[in-house]
């Protein structure tokens, strides 16, 4: 059964057999099916991983991980000053 999922370093790997099976003079689709992906996904992981090593691919991640997290962090920020304001533009009304 094929693997569905790859991870960076994988990815890394592949995209440097597929540079060398390139040099070789192979084409695209011979690549793709040397690697086991179809073109699409050959072409996304060139856009996203092409010319990084294993790892500035691994700081990539964490920081994708980190800006995830403090995207969350603000905009739980965002709403409770939200709730606040009403809460307090409740009150004041009320005296």
């Given at each position: 059964?094929?693997k569905n999922?790859?991870?960076a370093?994988?990815?890394?790997?592949?995209?440097r057999?597929?540079e060398v099976?390139?040099?070789?003079?192979r084409?695209?689709?011979?690549?793709?099916r040397?690697?086991?992906?179809?073109?699409q996904?050959y072409?996304?992981?060139r856009?996203?991983?092409?010319?990084?090593?294993?790892?500035?691919?691994?700081?990539?991640k964490d920081?994708e991980?980190?800006?995830?997290?403090?995207?969350?962090?603000l905009s739980?920020a965002?709403i409770d000053?939200q709730i606040?304001?009403?809460v307090?533009?409740?009150?004041?009304?009320?005296?």
């Amino acid at each position: 059964m094929p693997k569905n999922r790859f991870n960076a370093e994988e990815m890394i790997h592949k995209l440097r057999e597929a540079e060398v099976l390139a040099a070789q003079g192979r084409t695209v689709d011979d690549l793709v099916r040397q690697l086991g992906v179809i073109v699409q996904t050959y072409y996304r992981w060139r856009k996203k991983y092409g010319g990084l090593k294993v790892d500035q691919a691994k700081r990539l991640k964490d920081l994708e991980q980190e800006n995830a997290r403090l995207r969350r962090a603000l905009s739980d920020a965002v709403i409770d000053n939200q709730i606040l304001r009403e809460v307090t533009g409740l009150v004041q009304n009320e005296s």
